[in-house]
């Protein structure tokens, strides 16, 4: 097999890309590599593998890093990144490069595609109609040239910024996100929820448990915002921050493919 792309999604915004760079491609396998995270996996033959994922607090989803941390290539193909963001990569393809080159891998290239934002809280970047129809239109207008890179197998800088000050500021908002906001913990569903079971079984993590009486939020919550977002009563918020915000996923990306990355 020629290129294989391991993908994360919250909302869908990375698996659509991922979609569309497979396509320009050709001979290309997209893999949830929520199911490839174990210790020692071993990532089948490619050329060339790519990775996919959204960026949070301007760095890699925490999912992300432990997948990469616990990967192994077969021989040394070709490794590019794909970062989708609402605006700014930061330096999440930076964290990348420097957790492959701390397993002696090399990441030869990274790619950031500005897409809708899906993060809501104290804000909603999330953009009207038109700017969400702008960014899909950039994303696949820019698909072949990042396809023509890989393929001429390109050596280049990972896109973004790798200062040390957007480092720390990435650093503190998830800390603020995490520990002083404490999403994980504040993360709980109204009573509009109808106990239909969608949050529980998207969930990445597997951090959400849906019985007849309750929706129970656990401790290991990666921020992904699928639950979130693909709740289809928009019964979860996070303490009262998210409530009357709206809710989005990928027009391209349905509840299916969120379950087809948990392996259900
Ligand atoms: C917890 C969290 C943190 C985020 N941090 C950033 C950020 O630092 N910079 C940015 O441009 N977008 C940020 N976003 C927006 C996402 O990166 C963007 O919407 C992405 O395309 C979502 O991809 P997905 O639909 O595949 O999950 C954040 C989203 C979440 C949920
Ligand atoms: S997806 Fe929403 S409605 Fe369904 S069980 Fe979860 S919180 Fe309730
Ligand atoms: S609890 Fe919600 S936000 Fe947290 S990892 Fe699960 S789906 Fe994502």
Request: proline letters at 5%.
């Amino acid at each position: 097999m020629k290129t294989v792309i391991y993908y994360f999604t919250g909302t869908g915004n990375t698996l659509a890309a991922a979609r569309a760079l497979a396509t320009e491609l050709g001979d290309t396998k997209l893999i949830p590599l929520r199911r490839a995270m174990y210790y020692g996996a071993l990532a089948p033959k490619a050329d060339a593998v790519g990775i996919a994922f959204p960026v949070h607090f301007l760095d890699m989803p925490v999912i992300v890093r432990q997948f990469v941390f616990n990967i192994l290539f077969d021989g040394r193909p070709y490794v590019f990144g794909l970062a989708t963001c609402g605006e700014r990569p930061g330096g999440a393809l930076y964290r990348l490069k420097e957790l492959l080159e701390e397993k002696t891998y090399t990441l030869s290239a990274g790619f950031s595609l500005v897409m809708p934002g899906n993060y809501i809280g104290p804000v909603d970047l999330m953009g009207d109609a038109r700017r969400r129809d702008e960014k899909y239109a950039a994303v696949q207008a820019r698909i072949p040239e990042i396809a023509s890179a890989i393929r001429a197998r390109e050596i280049l800088l990972p896109e973004g910024n790798n200062s040390g000050l957007l480092k720390i500021g990435g650093q503190i908002s998830r800390k603020l996100a995490t520990s002083m906001y404490n999403t994980p913990k504040r993360l709980h569903a109204t009573e509009a929820c109808n106990r239909c079971g969608i949050c529980s079984r998207i969930c990445p993590t597997r951090n959400i448990t849906v019985s007849n009486d309750a929706v129970i939020f656990d401790g290991d919550c990666t921020q992904c915002y699928a639950c979130i977002h693909w709740c289809p009563k928009e019964a979860i918020e996070i303490g009262g921050r998210t409530k009357g915000k709206r809710r989005y996923h990928h027009p391209d990306v349905t509840i299916k493919d969120m379950l087809e990355q948990r392996g259900e």
